[in-house]
């Protein structure tokens, strides 16, 4: 005899008790890496794994695992490798790219056991393609971008098996934007939708809450917008903690967020509690640095 389930009961999509930021830029790059607890602890450096790089971009896969891709080893020196992490928190060595070569691209769930990055720069050349990560993390090839082109852009989960990317710097004057695009649970992007917010980029992004997703800081305003589960991306929330570009965000405790890092070469981090509130400046711990990633696993 087959369960009965209620016809208004809620799906269940996985939700992460850890999170690692990895990789960066000090006066060089690298590969070092830190865990966060499932309280919110910052762990000191872990030895870098994989080849020592800026501005990639991070996202979970299977439920479980995340997966480092793309970023800069300097000047025209761009790359499209990944490095995938498993459900314990360890990086793996490099696996050969897949996709377009570039720098400043993001990452983000969908599907509850998927993955996506899109946006970035090609040599000099903002671009809107993306690439999907399978449940066993497996970047696919290129998919013809949707929307404008534009990088420093970042992304987050949101509805418990959607995302979204938002804001940035594109070609066209003023540069800066807060340009969202919706990515459907089947890993569809959607065309761009009329930015909300400061603009501003080189921000971070995570999920909060389980199924809501928030962007913070970046290189014009010490502000953040909450994403509703819906997609929505609500007006500007005056910032907690120090205005820094080039941090990074993830998700922990299965329903809270950390950002971390970024640029005056810092590593404070501010936590983001269930209900989307950011808090105060925690002390740093490990190597300052800024253009790094970050995702949940575990």
Request: charged share 10%; with cysteine; proline share 1%.
């Amino acid at each position: 005899m087959f369960p009965i389930v209620p016809a208004n009961s809620a799906a269940s999509y996985p939700t992460n008790d850890e999170g690692i930021f990895g990789y960066g830029l000090t006066d060089t790059y690298l590969s070092m890496t830190n865990l966060v607890s499932n309280a919110g602890v910052v762990a000191s450096d872990t030895a870098g794994v994989g080849t020592a790089r800026m501005g990639l971009g991070a996202c979970e896969y299977g439920g479980d695992k995340g997966i480092f891709a793309y970023g800069s080893l300097g000047g025209a020196n761009v790359v499209s490798m990944s490095n995938l992490v498993s459900n314990a928190g360890v990086v793996a060595s490099d696996t050969a790219g897949v996709g377009t070569a570039r720098v400043y691209a993001a990452g983000c769930g969908y599907g509850g056991d998927k993955g996506i990055f899109g946006f970035g720069n090609v040599s000099g050349t903002q671009v809107s393609m993306t690439n999907l990560v399978s449940n066993t993390g497996v970047v696919a090839s290129d998919v013809a971008g949707v929307g404008g082109g534009r990088e420093g852009t970042a992304g987050c989960e949101y509805g418990g098996d959607k995302g979204i990317f938002g804001f940035g710097y594109e070609a066209a004057s003023p540069h800066l934007v807060s340009t969202t695009n919706l990515i459907s649970n089947a890993g569809v992007v959607s065309s761009d939708v009329a930015g909300v917010g400061t603009i501003r980029t080189n921000i971070g992004a995570c999920g909060y809450g389980e199924d809501t997703g928030i962007f913070s800081t970046g290189s014009a305003g010490d502000v953040t917008n909450l994403v509703s589960n819906t997609g929505v991306v609500a007006s500007d929330v005056a910032g907690v903690g120090s205005n820094r570009d080039g941090t990074a965000g993830c998700e922990y405790g299965g329903d809270k967020g950390i950002f971390g890092y970024g640029a005056g070469l810092t590593n404070v981090s501010n936590l983001v509690s269930n209900v989307g509130v950011v808090g105060d400046d925690v002390a740093g711990v490990g190597t300052a640095r800024r253009l790094l990633a970050a995702c949940s696993f575990n």
